[in-house]
DNA sequence: TAAAACCTGTGACCAACTCACAGGTCAAAG
DNA sequence: CTTTGACCTGTGAGTTGGTCACAGGTTTTA
């Protein structure tokens, strides 16, 4: 298979097939005629794959871990399911975070509706913002990983 | 002011006003001795501002654009409003579907719970992945809160 | 035989910073 | 007076997962 056809093959960016490929994700043989990349029935099946770990949440050099791993006949298994857990409380992290932050809109909305819009006057930019209370329960600030 | 003063007095990363400064959100002078910017208690109104419009989840144009209406004396708060109605609708689809993720992760961990880890047999590569059923997108995922 | 469709590698671009680097400036301490 | 350390400067790279552009080579189709 030429990058088109599986990339068509797999409903994906033949862009995508050749971003993989540069990653080490695929490792296409050449044809020694024309130099072009040969894909196969495995190049399908792990680009299929990758696609599918993406959309639940796997990165690709996580991706890239679990096909070497079962390059080596190693079961992935298992850290699939040890990097899922961590993916999934990193998701529910970021859920929490963006419903605080959708909080914060909905109530500085709440607030503005009573508030008249006013003219930038040297000291203030625009007040809707400026006399938005920041949420001090900074409790978000622990940003690591 | 100088960069280590203005970052301090607004709790932001140096770096992150030389940033703001290439970006144009800042306009310092220079002073013509050494070179250093020189920012002002405008600037810290503006750069305190931005961060507060950050927060709220305006992007850097977005903020840009404000403080230009507000330079020319016209009130950008109808702007404000306007902008900041269509960001929480976006920040709302970004919650929805962060919350279909993490639906689909839970799903898959429940489904995994019996099945046993798989040696790879170069036909799948972890059958927890692949034999994942894949959502088509925008039809299932009804759920409520 | 020529156009269309495909292939190649390389590199830029997105967002909003953050960090690294090399060299210039300045205040205080030795 | 000199050294040290903190700060300044501009520039460029890295982050993530692709996507797009470009210039030139190849294959297929009409």
Redesign the pocket.
Known sequence: M????IATAAD?????V???T?EGLLQPTRNP?????QYDADDLRRLRFARKA?QLGF???EIRQILEQADDHHSPCPMVRDVFQQRLAEVEREIAELQKLRARMVSALSTWQDMPDGTPDGHTICRLIEHWDTPSSTSCCEESE
Chains 1, 2 share one sequence.
């Open positions: 030429k990058v088109k056809e994906v960016n033949p862009d995508t050749r971003f993989y540069r005629d024309n130099n072009y990349q993406r990165s690709l050099p």
